[in-house]
């Protein structure tokens, strides 16, 4: 194909082409639109009718719990007490901070797992199946196992702890201090997620030719550069894979913390989708909610594109 | 697109949630014979729809009442539709069948935190029309069934949470909340093997704030969202914090802690004390615990008044129904004294009604004894259409005090968390 269609394009290039062969064309596009129909009719309703709903609702009063009253237009009013709420903000700057703590954790260690993976050793295979099976566990189902292992007098954290009697062990670590939530849903979190990242990476370094390496050997390229001068440059395709994925992810994180903590305590472990399912579902208000799913599009369109455009490959 | 699909899922609970309305509408226009249009009188041939939660021996009791009200009313057919027994997923189908104009359920179970919300949404009916003789319940479940003044759901029955104590390890029921404390701190140097002197729900959810109400007015306090910043209130939930900070007689641990949790600490024989519902009562059923079971409202301090806790169900009827006097003639057969009785006996659910604590049930159950004394103080959750954003910003501020060594944090909290409570509780949307 690769050698055929040059050749094809110098014969058409001086006139027009055949007039069958364009209404082929016109025929296979119209086929090819007519296959990819259904799917694309199921996500316009799927993504773009909700996203629009959500946008209308946003800029109204719609509350459940007062179905007595109008659902009316209210302009930009829930966007205004959204920028003023001190929930809000805090809600989004832990938001922030467990993104970039995440994302930087998991990316690192993936990429490690990955290299590893990458080397031939005994067992190889049956290590990269083993990997992938804690990011194949749901969410809700590895939160609820984390919590328990966790837990004071049933977990075998503390257990192990005690055996080796740190003086901060035999602690609650759940709701009953602010930093220790939050570790162990950064453990829960990263333990699911890693994998993945691993195993995105790791077909990133599979498409890297060994020619490379040996070319970089060949001038003197110790481990190291070659694997800042080579690997990295060449993996940056998979790694802006791996970051769109987990930055989005970590930035609706939502199980995870509504599992093991359910914001607390107070509400210092609560993140934007956990504010946001308190305004949809408890509060019932879908035009305030409206507004704060609004700006969580914005902002994980705002990371998409920035990386898009920061690890796109230099020519 | 992963956010496409995940940050959108309000908009898909939308979505479903209009297409349940209209499956409950659909179910509506087969099952309701009258449908919506005008009112069908209690003596016409009719079905209603009656909406609940109840599982396990509750539903079974449930359909033994109403196949024998079918049979005193011949012309009344009832369908049970039996929704989420959890209580979040509950309320979610209930305001969407509401929100959506539905005729159906024509009556309904209804948590005792409900009514004043539904009420205030226009989607219950005012039973002024039956007149229902609302004095012969508890009047504290009545307080909750009331709104404006006029009452808007039937108490069914009534739970009140106490403070269980080992009769074998605490000779003498406790007379004070200090008295509570030292108690615990004896039976805890007796028994090596309790784990904790008190186990109490401290977790982030409703129930941190029903164990606070059960202790509250012992402290003179009054758990107004309008008034929250109060000597009473600040001493209670101290009280509570010094629990797991000063005295150690909770550990650490409650701060994750829901009732199941505080019932299996109980009922493994871990805790001297907890604080918790009245149906431990009947899984004592094995020692050390077994036959050494006390129940009594938390004791009263200086100023105050003995300590419990309201919970319960109420029956309520739909405003859009067209079956208004059968689903009231349902709701009057369900709340009958002898009905009641049954219920109690079967289920453990402690009756609405006082003269439903027949010999009979106290020769079969004795601890509906202690039940009935603590109905008549329990105390019901602030009554506010806006009551679950209250509850919300309640279990933050318990909570983030539960979180806190800080000996002052429970007046810190109180000083700076009430004000926007106050705000909450009489906040009017949309203006």
């Known amino acids: 194909m690769a050698t055929d269609a040059p050749a094809r394009e110098r014969r058409t290039l001086p006139g027009r082409p055949p007039r069958g062969a364009d209404s082929r064309a016109a025929a296979d596009r119209r086929f090819g639109y007519l296959m990819v129909a259904p799917a694309v009719i199921l996500l316009l309703a799927v993504t773009a009718y909700p996203l629009i709903s959500n946008l209308w609702d946003s800029f109204h009063f719609d509350n459940l719990s007062y179905g007595s009253l109008p659902h009316k237009f209210v302009g930009g009013r829930n966007y205004t007490t959204m920028f003023s709420s001190g929930e809000w903000i805090a809600a989004l700057a832990r938001t922030l901070v467990f993104t970039a703590v995440t994302i930087v954790f998991d990316v690192v260690v993936g990429l490690g797992l990955a290299l590893m993976m990458h080397r031939k050793f005994r067992g190889r295979a049956f290590l990269r199946a083993s990997v992938l099976i804690p990011w194949a566990v749901p969410t809700v189902v590895s939160a609820m196992l984390w919590k328990t292992m966790f837990d004071p007098r049933a977990g075998f954290v503390d257990y192990f702890l005690g055996a080796i009697h740190p003086a901060w062990s035999s602690t609650t670590w759940l709701n009953a201090s602010v930093w220790r939530s939050w570790v162990v849903i950064f453990v829960a979190d990263s333990w699911k997620n890693i994998p993945f990242v691993a195993i995105i990476l790791l077909a990133g370094l599979q498409i890297i030719p060994n020619e490379v390496y040996e070319a970089a050997r060949i001038d003197g390229a110790s481990p190291w550069q070659a694997f800042r001068r080579v690997t990295l440059p060449m993996l940056r395709p998979a790694l802006v894979v791996a970051l769109i994925f987990r930055t989005l992810q970590a930035l609706l994180v939502f199980d995870v913390i509504y599992i093991m903590t359910g914001g607390g305590p107070g509400t210092s472990t609560e993140t934007l989708s956990f504010l946001n399912y308190q305004t949809f579902i408890i509060n019932t208000d879908f035009g305030y909610g409206g507004a ?14 920035g990386y898009v455009r920061f690890l796109r490959p230099q020519t | 697109m992963v956010w496409s699909n995940t940050v959108l899922w309000s908009n898909k609970s939308r979505m479903l949630a209009v297409v349940a309305a209209a499956a409950v509408g659909l179910a509506a226009a087969g099952c309701s014979s009258g449908g919506s249009s005008g009112k069908v009188a209690a003596s016409a041939k009719q079905t209603i729809v009656f909406a609940e939660s109840g599982l396990g021996t509750e539903g079974q009791q449930t359909q033994v009442a109403i196949s024998a009200f079918e049979k005193a009313n011949p012309n009344i057919k009832v369908n049970v539709d039996v929704l989420s027994p959890n209580s979040t997923t509950y309320l979610s189908q209930l305001e969407q ?43 504290h479940e009545v307080a909750a069934a009331l709104f404006n003044g006029a009452p808007y759901a039937v108490p069914w029955f009534d739970n009140p949470e106490g403070l269980y104590y080992r009769t074998d390890l605490i000779k003498t029921p406790p007379t004070s909340p200090a008295q509570v404390v030292s108690d615990a701190e004896m039976a805890m140097k007796t028994d090596h093997s309790l784990k904790e002197g008190l186990a109490f729900e401290a977790a982030k959810y409703e129930g941190a704030i029903t164990a606070f109400l059960t202790v509250d007015s012992a402290f003179g306090g009054k758990l107004d969202p309008a008034n929250l910043d109060t000597p009473g209130n600040a001493a209670a939930l101290a009280w509570l914090h010094d629990a797991i900070y000063v005295s150690h007689i909770a550990p650490t641990a409650v701060t994750g802690w829901q009732e199941g949790n505080v019932e299996a600490e109980f009922v493994a024989g871990h805790a001297a004390f907890s604080i918790n519902y009245p149906f431990v009562e ?38 859009k129904t067209a079956h208004a006097a059968a689903a009231y003639k349902l709701i009057s057969y369900l709340t009958s004294a002898p009905v009641e009785t049954a219920r109690a006996i079967v289920t453990g659910d402690p009756p609405s009604l006082p003269s439903a604590y027949t010999p009979a049930l106290l020769a079969k159950a004795p601890y509906f004894a202690n039940v009935k004394t603590l109905n008549s103080y329990s105390a ?16 933050n501020l318990f909570s983030s005090v539960y979180a806190s060594a800080s000996t002052s944090a429970a007046a810190q909290a109180l000083k700076s968390g009430a004000a926007a409570i106050a705000k909450a509780a009489s906040a009017t949307p949309g203006s």
């Open chain 1, 292 to 305: 704060i799913s609004m700006m969580l599009v914005v902002i994980a369109l705002v990371f998409s594109a």
């Open chain 2, 97 to 139: 069948s509401f929100t959506a104009g539905a005729s159906t359920p024509d009556v309904f179970e209804s948590d005792v935190t409900y009514p004043a919300k539904f009420a205030q949404a226009g989607w219950l009916l005012s039973l002024n029309q039956f007149h229902p003789n609302m004095s012969q319940f508890f009047p």
């Open chain 2, 282 to 319: 009947s899984l004592a059923t094995a020692p050390p615990v077994k036959g050494n079971v006390g129940y009594i409202p938390f004791p009263a301090g200086p100023g105050g008044t003995p300590g419990s806790a309201l919970g319960g169900e109420m029956l309520a009827i739909n405003a």
């Open chain 2, 380 to 395: 019901p959750r602030p009554v506010t259409p806006n009551y679950l954003t209250v509850s919300a910003d309640l279990q």
